[in-house]
């Protein structure tokens, strides 16, 4: 692969381009034809070739892992991903090049295809390294909105479906103050003079990290431990959702609290809020977003 470097990227980014077909046609045949599994033995080579130079690697991760991505939505791909090591190829990648911001979006961008699958999303949330890696990912690329989308949405499918894979955030990343400072910086974000494509990534972010949030709350371990920052910030950013109609994180927030009051004996932090929390929800039914609610 060294040898014939250049060639092999183009060769890997000619397969993305055909993979993205939009009628599937291509797609399908790709898939019948065995690229997937090829794909995934590149995938391998890269991780473990020390002979490949560091930038041709990076390119051919980029290419293999778009590629892969836009095959993720053939029909015959999901039976064969449950057969693979991609997810364990995957935490390689992007253990190994956790510097490199493109190659951990196309990871990214592979990982929310996958976990829209019910099964690659069990083998994921049963994947410590990855979720710790996600979790790395929101500690320290904050200003990266688009790749923040994607290990959200990631996480969001993954805690709504597996609670073992919340109780696991919780008891070894501390998630809730990871996403709790991700809300603080995208609030402030909200309603800057922007254009309208960055404040519509601004909304993505704060929907997927509440949505996160929400999920990581059914967890009585979770629950019990919150802090009054927490239900603070969910109140302040559900009012100005409210005030800027962004109903979906209005609807996240509303189910966060709702989780929140499953554990609401006299001495928890939300029993003790509960005179803000009441200010808070008659304050929404005055403001038009009663449709949605």
């Not at 009012?239 to 966060?256: D, S, Y």
Request: a negative charge; one cysteine or more.
């Amino acid at each position: 692969m060294e040898e014939n470097g250049l060639s092999f990227v183009y060769c890997i980014g000619a397969l993305k381009v055909l993979s993205a077909n939009t009628d599937n046609q291509i797609g399908d045949v790709l898939v019948q034809y065995g690229v997937l599994q090829v794909l995934e033995r590149h995938l391998e080579t890269c991780n473990t070739n020390p002979d490949i130079p560091a930038e041709l690697k990076c390119n051919l991760l980029i290419q293999i892992l778009g590629a892969l991505r836009n095959l993720c939505d053939m029909p015959a791909t999901e039976q064969l991903l449950q057969h693979s090591d991609i997810c364990k190829h995957l935490q390689f990648v992007m253990t190994n090049h956790y510097s490199d911001a493109e190659v951990l979006q196309n990871s990214c961008r592979l990982l929310s295809r996958m976990s829209l699958f019910t099964d690659m999303c069990n083998v994921i949330s049963h994947n410590n390294d990855i979720l710790n890696l996600l979790l790395k990912i929101i500690d320290n690329y904050t200003n990266d909105a688009q790749l923040l989308v994607r290990c959200c949405f990631v996480l969001g499918n993954v805690t709504g479906q597996h609670p073992h894979a919340s109780l696991h955030l919780h008891q070894n990343g501390c998630i809730l103050d990871s996403l709790l400072s991700l809300c603080k910086v995208y609030k402030t974000k909200l309603g800057e003079k922007t254009t309208k494509d960055k404040q519509s990534v601004v909304k993505d972010v704060l929907c997927k990290t509440v949505r996160v949030i929400t999920n990581v709350l059914q967890i009585e371990d979770t629950a019990v431990a919150i802090q009054p920052q927490l239900i603070k910030m969910y109140v302040s950013l559900g009012q100005t959702a409210a005030q800027n109609k962004i109903n979906e994180i209005v609807l996240n927030v509303l189910c966060g609290l709702n989780n929140m009051s499953y554990y609401n004996d006299e001495g928890s932090i939300f029993t003790k809020h509960r005179g803000m929390l009441t200010d808070f929800l008659i304050r929404l039914l005055s403001i038009d977003t009663r449709a949605s609610l």
